[in-house]
């Protein structure tokens, strides 16, 4: 799977700036790929202001990732604000070529900065079957919490979208790797880079990391489009040599 990772500043709380920014971003990729990668709330910022910024199931932005998604002839994911029966989530959605969206509303709010006031929290594990691979959704504090992202699945990919700040990104490089050799699985990790409207600046440190912890994309800490390839099959070869997964733990989550 050849997947494109999105790492930009964001304009705060502005959706047509941001999608007018990422579209840009996007005329830099010459090459046909499977799966485009955008932060965490990559058109807004990270913002608990909902009442103004949420968007609907149909709107504007959802509009344009499925014009991109079309136009590409790839899948587009990230999250965003959307308003749904009187609620608030920061939802990922995945939205494939044919314009079938799959999403996946953050499970794990961050409550250091009040996002449990703000939002609703998902209640289901959301896996995305695309182009043979299963993936899992995940965004930014989900990270920290691994007996959710465990792989009873055989989950193939793990992708942690996400506005993580620069104070903590020794926490997001361990964890990240954490995570890819615990589950045997690939994972990437997009994140934004530059200052928020509350000061707090990203370096982003987009990566992507191999199921035995190697890096495939360093950790990077400037604006830029980045592509990667993955392979299905040598990662499945190691799973069967190594087969740790077959010992893992039987638990159940209660949420």
Same mark, same amino acid.
């Given at each position: 799977?050849?997947?494109?990772?999105?790492?930009?500043?964001?304009?705060?709380?502005?959706?047509?700036?941001?999608?007018?920014?990422?579209?840009s971003k996007?005329?830099q990729i010459?090459?046909?790929?499977?799966?485009?990668?955008?932060?965490?709330?990559?058109?807004?910022?990270?913002?608990?202001?909902?009442?103004?910024?949420?968007?609907?199931?149909?709107?504007?932005?959802?509009?344009?990732?499925?014009?991109?998604?079309?136009?590409?002839?790839?899948?587009?994911?990230?999250?965003?604000?959307?308003?749904?029966?009187?609620?608030?989530?920061?939802?990922?959605?995945?939205?494939?070529?044919?314009?079938?969206?799959?999403?996946?509303?953050?499970?794990?709010?961050?409550?250091?900065?009040?996002?449990?006031?703000?939002?609703?929290?998902?209640?289901?594990?959301?896996?995305?079957?695309?182009?043979?691979?299963?993936?899992?959704?995940?965004?930014?504090?989900?990270?920290?919490?691994?007996?959710? =992202? /465990?792989? @009873? *699945? $055989?989950?193939?990919?793990?992708?942690? %979208?996400?506005?993580?700040?620069?104070?903590?990104? !020794?926490?997001?490089?361990?964890?990240?790797? =954490? /995570?890819? @050799? *615990? $589950?045997?699985?690939?994972?990437?990790? %997009?994140?934004?880079?530059?200052?928020?409207?509350? !000061?707090?600046?990203?370096?982003?440190?987009?990566?992507?990391?191999?199921?035995?912890?190697?890096?495939?994309?360093?950790?990077?800490?400037?604006?830029?489009?980045?592509?990667?390839?993955?392979?299905?099959?040598?990662?499945?070869?190691?799973?069967?040599?190594?087969?740790f997964l077959?010992?893992?733990?039987?638990?159940?989550?209660?949420?």
């Amino acid at each position: 799977m050849k997947i494109t990772l999105i790492q930009s500043d964001l304009y705060w709380e502005d959706a047509l700036k941001n999608r007018n920014n990422f579209e840009s971003k996007l005329n830099q990729i010459d090459s046909e790929v499977d799966l485009i990668v955008l932060p965490e709330m990559f058109s807004t910022g990270f913002t608990m202001n909902a009442l103004a910024m949420a968007e609907a199931m149909d709107g504007e932005t959802i509009l344009w990732m499925k014009s991109v998604a079309k136009q590409r002839n790839c899948a587009v994911t990230g999250s965003l604000i959307i308003t749904e029966n009187n609620q608030y989530y920061n939802r990922m959605l995945f939205v494939f070529p044919s314009g079938e969206i799959q999403y996946y509303d953050k499970r794990h709010l961050f409550t250091l900065a009040g996002e449990d006031r703000t939002y609703t929290g998902g209640t289901e594990k959301v896996i995305v079957d695309y182009l043979g691979w299963k993936i899992c959704l995940q965004v930014c504090y989900d990270l920290r919490f691994p007996v959710f =992202a /465990r792989n @009873v *699945e $055989n989950y193939d990919l793990l992708l942690y %979208v996400a506005n993580w700040p620069k104070v903590r990104t !020794n926490a997001w490089d361990i964890l990240l790797k =954490a /995570r890819a @050799v *615990e $589950n045997l699985s690939y994972v990437v990790g %997009v994140n934004r880079i530059g200052l928020d409207a509350h !000061n707090y600046e990203h370096i982003g440190h987009s990566q992507v990391v191999d199921f035995l912890g190697n890096y495939i994309l360093e950790p990077q800490e400037t604006e830029g489009v980045f592509i990667v390839e993955l392979d299905k099959n040598v990662m499945l070869e190691m799973r069967k040599k190594l087969d740790f997964l077959s010992d893992k733990d039987v638990f159940q989550i209660n949420i």
